[in-house]
């Protein structure tokens, strides 16, 4: 059985720095181990300061060309990648999943959302055109939108593509020169990016990939050139990194956990809910910050989460469900089970110990969907992240107190409700807590142009990460006000 194919040679990754590929000089090394083998597919530098800095100097440098180069000229650049992506589309399927653990369907996924966000950035010369007024007789006042400077990405494992690609495409064609430092868990897809943007013809260090751990992130917060930057990842790290570029004077728009609420009332569509349920908790096998982790019960829906269970134990593991990233995940995750257990939940479907049949597949990372019942607010199983295809069922008496559940969590980030009733459903829809909100819909993750984004530990900074609100983070607005001639009927504004 062969459900991915992984790279045929190991990857040896490099830094993409003014428009040529180099090892950062005095860089240790990790292996890339692929999720689906355990097996090295790659092997990535770790960028020290030095290397951050060099980066950003070539981004400096190529700044302020960029800056003067129109916006239509700018998307000519973004249309040839959008082609070559589509070209290559399958490709980047495969190599996305092999280094991330997911199947080469949400890959592919995860690419084509990517390349939503392409059509919104290309979009831009139409949409956004700043808006100019007479205000007062012989007087205009207009605004127009400037590009920072230097500007960075930060992006986590689970979507290679993806995330990224939440951030370049609309930062760099609105005139910013853009650095991408991708989790040295998943380098390869990066490396794939950056070759596509330097044949789509990018100006020389418009477009960087530096790759690296803690200390190349430090440096990208801390250069005094990076005006910008933009996180995906854990809330732990998101507050530190906003805190650490606030306190510097720069943009920082981190999101971060998430702990997602899935309401189940009685009256649930039978047909639709149980596989709605069970896409969202098991894709990407639950490492997805949409991802459902709480299931609140609401009166009697036995039926239904004997569905869930049913069809949740009918996915096979490889071309069903992919793999954990690393082994760190797995025996977090199943120490998580096992003391949910210990705290009273009951084990309703088990998949500890489950793998698929065959070598090579048997040195991966894999954990099969578990469902746990009975689970108490208060529990871990309730209240963190674990970041994996666990399910957590809390039982309710009443739809208040689902809300109350859900609005007590720290983190914002989605709930849904699976209901028949318009009522109930707007109910939920004003009453929960969380920035993205789904009826009879698992993963409410809007379509561009509407924006990606959480509230609560889900998210720090303002606005949202693509979409409209991501224009002004990306960019600052300058008011012009115009007078030509001296007016007899004078104004305030003379």
């Known amino acids: 059985m062969s459900f991915i194919q992984l790279p045929r040679s190991v990857v040896s990754c490099r830094n993409l720095v003014g428009g040529s590929w180099q090892v950062p000089p005095g860089a240790a090394h990790l292996d890339v181990r692929s999720p689906y083998t355990g097996t090295v597919i790659g092997r990535v530098p770790l960028t020290p300061a030095s290397g951050v800095a060099q980066a950003v100097e070539a981004a400096k440098a190529a700044a302020a060309a960029w800056k003067n180069t129109s916006l239509r000229e700018r998307t000519q650049y973004l249309y040839r990648f959008r082609q070559f992506l589509e070209r290559d589309l399958d490709a980047l399927a495969q190599l996305a999943a092999s280094e991330a653990g997911k199947t080469v369907a949400e890959a592919r996924a995860g690419l084509l959302k990517g390349m939503e966000v392409c059509d919104f950035a290309l979009s831009l010369q139409n949409l956004d055109t700043g808006a100019h007024l007479e205000v007062s007789r012989g007087i205009s006042c207009e605004y127009r939108r400037e590009p920072l400077g230097v500007v960075a990405g930060i992006t986590p494992f689970n979507f290679p593509a993806m995330v990224p690609m939440w951030m370049f495409p609309i930062a760099v064609t609105l005139g910013n020169a853009f650095i991408l430092k991708p989790s040295e868990k998943v380098p390869l897809t990066a490396c794939a990016l950056g070759e596509l943007m330097c044949e789509a013809g990018y100006p020389a260090g418009v477009f960087s990939v530096v790759h690296g751990g803690k200390e190349a992130v430090d440096a990208l917060v801390a250069h005094p050139d990076v005006q910008a930057v933009g996180f995906v990842g854990s809330s732990a790290v998101a507050r530190h990194l906003y805190a650490e570029?606030?306190?510097?004077?720069?943009?920082?728009?981190?999101?971060?956990?998430?702990?997602?609420?899935?309401?189940?009332?009685?009256?649930?569509?039978?047909?639709?809910?149980?596989?709605?349920?069970?896409?969202?908790?098991?894709?990407?096998?639950?490492?997805?910050?949409?991802?459902?982790?709480?299931?609140?019960?609401?009166?009697?829906?036995?039926?239904?989460?004997?569905?869930?269970?049913?069809?949740?134990?009918?996915?096979?593991?490889?071309?069903?469900?992919?793999?954990?990233?690393?082994?760190?995940?797995?025996?977090?995750?199943?120490?998580?089970?096992?003391?949910?257990?210990?705290?009273?939940?009951?084990?309703?479907?088990?998949?500890?110990?489950?793998?698929?049949?065959?070598?090579?597949?048997?040195?991966?990372?894999?954990?099969?969907?578990?469902?746990?019942?009975?689970?108490?607010?208060?529990?871990?199983?309730?209240?963190?992240?674990?970041?994996?295809?666990?399910?957590?069922?809390?039982?309710?008496?009443?739809l208040s107190a689902a809300l109350a559940v859900e609005n007590a969590s720290p983190y914002g980030n989605a709930a849904s409700i699976f209901t028949t009733n318009g009522g109930v459903a707007q109910t939920v829809v004003e009453g929960v807590r969380a920035g993205m909100v789904g009826v009879n819909v698992g993963v409410p993750v809007p379509r561009e142009p509407f924006s990606f984004g959480g509230t609560g530990d889900s998210r720090f900074g303002h606005g949202d990460i693509t979409g409209p609100s991501s224009l002004d983070f990306w960019t600052q607005v300058k008011k012009v006000t115009r007078k030509w001639s001296a007016r007899t009927d004078g104004s305030w504004m003379s």
């Open 245 to 398: 570029g606030c306190k510097r004077g720069k943009r920082v728009l981190a999101l971060g956990s998430a702990k997602n609420h899935l309401i189940v009332v009685p009256d649930a569509d039978p047909e639709l809910t149980p596989q709605a349920v069970v896409d969202s908790f098991t894709g990407c096998a639950g490492q997805r910050c949409m991802a459902a982790s709480v299931l609140l019960a609401v009166g009697n829906v036995e039926s239904l989460l004997q569905e869930v269970v049913r069809r949740a134990a009918k996915l096979e593991l490889g071309p069903g469900m992919g793999a954990l990233i690393d082994r760190g995940s797995l025996d977090r995750l199943e120490t998580a089970i096992a003391r949910a257990e210990a705290e009273g939940a009951r084990v309703l479907l088990d998949g500890r110990g489950h793998k698929p049949q065959g070598e090579p597949w048997s040195g991966g990372n894999w954990l099969g969907p578990t469902l746990l019942d009975g689970v108490r607010p208060e529990m871990e199983a309730a209240r963190r992240e674990l970041f994996g295809p666990v399910l957590s069922i809390v039982r309710v008496p009443t």
